[in-house]
């Protein structure tokens, strides 16, 4: 099982020794080629960053290195031998690398194949319960993830790094009730910490637990400091207090008037009471104050998209860009907007297809993400009457659309554009 074809190996192997005897135009040629066939082949981009840096091209070598690191850095071809000795192997030392070798080429469902195998006859292996449930939920197979908390949270219940990993993934894939009970033990093990208290409280309200969630947010709210203010004020407006939010942000007003936690508490409540104009203003001046915070990015960009103000929208994504180059939300966004822009005149389908096309293979792209970004990418495919690759790319969107717990007409709009891409065959 492997995502790669082996020549793909063997051709990226060749170019490194044509790279190492000096012979660049042949590595060059052959990078080329592997890119062209394999989108998602990140070693060929690294390498070839590496080949333009000795032509003395710093251009082109920033460019390739800079896609690089949207990928997987490490890929090794299958080997069927070692592949048929490990679904054999009962050997702890043995499984454990070849799981190990398998995750780094992100191949996941080989990884799974290797978990499902090792956890029949080492099932209470830590390493290998901490590997089945992180891959559970990266398969979004939710439930055999849930069945194994018991276990991971006794065996790694005083390693934070590893809780607040776990804690993450069920977050992010909107399982509250055991992600409450992750961001409880990490609150445990570093209790000053804002962001978790804040994700601990958001876990309790999504999964039932009002009360705990309502304590919490007045504990962070009792301290004062400003941190404490304002993600008690995010979470009172989440929780539909808007006047209570109003008052405290009165006092993180007095406390900090020009900070950008400030400014984005402002925004927040303007947007609630239904102020676009007013919430943009505040999200910009959290935005100018710090880019570098994704979440005044997406604040800010979102509102953007929700006026249709398209082209500042594409200003502020082009600012973003050189923070976040690597950031999946900004390719994606960016590629939405110059594939699909109302304002035709701002449209770039080809610069939108490649940004599309870099957040839909992108490593660490959110399965939403991934969603848009290969929506905007088959459109684009089309919009070039690539009708081949836009099929192609739909037939992915749609099995992981399927996978997704998707509002009815998202899934008809994905519907639409795959019967008139197959009025094209």
């Not at 100018?288 to 604040?299: A, F, G, S, W």
Request: proline letters at 4%.
């Amino acid at each position: 099982m492997d995502f790669f074809p082996l020549n793909t190996y063997a051709r990226y192997q060749l170019a490194r020794i044509y790279l190492s005897t000096k012979q660049l135009d042949k590595a060059e040629a052959i990078l080329n080629e592997i890119i062209s066939d394999q989108r998602s082949f990140g070693p060929a981009y690294r390498l070839i960053g590496n080949l333009y840096n000795a032509k003395g091209d710093s251009a082109w070598s920033k460019y390739y290195i800079i896609r690089a690191n949207d990928l997987v850095p490490y890929a090794a071809p299958v080997d069927t031998i070692a592949d048929k000795l490990a679904m054999l192997s009962r050997s702890e030392m043995y499984l454990l690398k070849q799981i190990d070798e398998a995750e780094k080429s992100a191949n996941i469902e080989w990884t799974n194949n290797l978990v499902k195998h090792a956890m029949t006859y080492l099932p209470e292996n830590q390493y290998l319960i901490s590997k089945a449930l992180k891959i559970h939920l990266k398969m979004d197979q939710g439930q055999k993830a849930i069945e194994l908390v018991d276990k991971h949270l006794v065996a790694y219940q005083n390693q934070f790094t590893e809780i607040q990993e776990v804690a993450n993934l069920f977050f992010d894939k909107r399982l509250y009730a055991p992600a409450a009970r992750y961001y409880a033990q990490a609150v445990k093990l570093k209790p000053n910490d804002v962001k978790l208290q804040s994700r601990l409280a958001i876990s309790q309200w999504q999964s039932g637990q009002k009360e705990e969630a309502r304590d919490l947010t007045q504990q962070l709210l009792k301290n004062g400091q400003p941190d404490q203010l304002a993600s008690g004020i995010n979470l009172l407006l989440m929780f539909g207090e808007i006047q209570q939010a109003q008052r405290y942000l009165n006092t993180l007003k007095m406390i900090a008037p020009l900070s950008a936690q400030t400014q984005r508490m402002e925004g927040l409540m303007s947007e609630y009471l239904d102020r676009p104009a007013q919430a943009i203003k505040h999200y910009e001046a959290a935005f100018q104050k710090e880019p570098e915070d994704m979440t005044n990015v997406k604040n800010l960009i979102e509102m953007l998209f929700g006026q249709k103000m398209w082209k500042q929208a594409l200003s502020r994504l082009g600012e973003a860009m050189k923070i976040h180059p690597n950031a999946p939300y900004v390719l994606e966004r960016t590629g939405t907007l110059l594939v699909t822009c109302e304002n035709q005149s701002l449209r770039n389908v080809n610069l939108g297809r490649e940004l599309s096309e870099r957040a839909f293979f992108h490593s660490t792209a959110l399965p939403g993400t991934m969603l848009s970004a290969g929506r905007s990418l088959v459109l684009a495919c089309a919009m070039q009457q690539d009708y081949t690759t836009a099929k192609k790319y739909m037939v992915v969107v749609l099995n992981l659309a399927n996978n997704q717990n998707l509002p009815e007409e998202y899934m008809n709009d994905l519907l639409k554009i795959n019967s008139s891409l197959q009025a094209h065959m």
